[in-house]
C-alpha cells in the first residue's frame, strides 16, 4: 500500500485562489518532500521538510508537517494558471528512497 | 548546467524487441532511480543504484534489467518488450537526503 495518499485526488480554483493539498502517511519518516509534475514530463522538486520541523516557507509554497497525525500540507497561495500540474508527496524513511503518493492533479482556471 | 537527461523521449516499437532507455547526469550524483509511472498515476520504483556497480531491484517487480558502469550512466533495458510495458520511465538521481532530480522522461508504448 501507498505510504503516502494526498487528498484531494483532484483540485479546481480560481486564479488567484490559493490551493491546499494534504498528504498523509503511515510509518515514521526522516522528511517529507513535495513535487510537482507538468503533464508528461518529469517531476520538479519543490520543497523538503524534515521530521524535526513543523512548517516552511517557499516563495508562494507553505508546507506543514504534524508528526504526531503522519500528514503534511502544502498551501500555494494566490495561485495562478501556471500552477495547473499534478503535485506529489514523497516520504523518505531513510536512505534516501522516496515512497510517492497518487498525486493530486490541481487545475487553475485564469 | 548539471542535468539529467533522457533518451529517447517517446518510442513506439513491437512486441518482442529488445529496447534500452538511457539515463545520463552531469551532476555526480552517486544514487540515481528508475520510476514506472502510468498516466497521472503513483510513482513506482523498480530499480536503484548507489553507486558504481552497485544495483538493486525496488518495490515493482520488473522484467527490466539496469546497469551502473560509470557514475554518469543508468540505462535500463527491457530484453522483450511487450505491450504490458507500456508507460513512462522516469529517471532520477540524488545526493546526501537532499530532493531528487527528475529527467523529462521516456514515454514508451509496445504494439
Known amino acids: 500500500s501507498q505510504q503516502g495518499e494526498e487528498d484531494p485526488q483532484a483540485l479546481s480554483i480560481q486564479e488567484g485562489e490559493n490551493a491546499t493539498m494534504n498528504c498523509s502517511y503511515k510509518t515514521s519518516i526522516n522528511n517529507l518532500q513535495w513535487y510537482r509534475q507538468n503533464s508528461g514530463r518529469g517531476l520538479v522538486h519543490l520543497i523538503l521538510?524534515?521530521?524535526?520541523?513543523r512548517e516552511k516557507h517557499s516563495g508562494r509554497l507553505r508546507v506543514t508537517l504534524d508528526t504526531s497525525k503522519k500528514s503534511s500540507s502544502l498551501l500555494i497561495t494566490a495561485s495562478r494558471a501556471a500552477d495547473t500540474a499534478s503535485y506529489f508527496c514523497?516520504?523518505?524513511?531513510?536512505?534516501?528512497?522516496?515512497?510517492f503518493g497518487g498525486g493530486t492533479r490541481l487545475m487553475v482556471k485564469p | 548546467e548539471a542535468d539529467i537527461y533522457q533518451t529517447p523521449r517517446y518510442l513506439v516499437i513491437g512486441t518482442g524487441k529488445k529496447i534500452t532507455l538511457e539515463c545520463s547526469q552531469t551532476?555526480?550524483?552517486?544514487?540515481m532511480y528508475w520510476y514506472q509511472q502510468d498516466p497521472g498515476m503513483e510513482l513506482h520504483l523498480i530499480h536503484y543504484s548507489y553507486g558504481v556497480n552497485s544495483t538493486e531491484k525496488g518495490d515493482l517487480s520488473s522484467e527490466s534489467t539496469v546497469s551502473r558502469i560509470r557514475t554518469e550512466h543508468f540505462p535500463l533495458t527491457l530484453e522483450s518488450a511487450r505491450p504490458s510495458h507500456t508507460s513512462q520511465y522516469l529517471c532520477a538521481c540524488s545526493q546526501g537526503d537532499y530532493g531528487y532530480t527528475f529527467g523529462s522522461g521516456t514515454r514508451l508504448t509496445v504494439v
Open positions: 514523497a516520504t523518505d524513511r531513510g536512505g534516501n528512497m522516496l515512497t
Open positions: 521538510i524534515r521530521s524535526n520541523e
Open positions: 551532476m555526480g550524483h552517486d544514487k
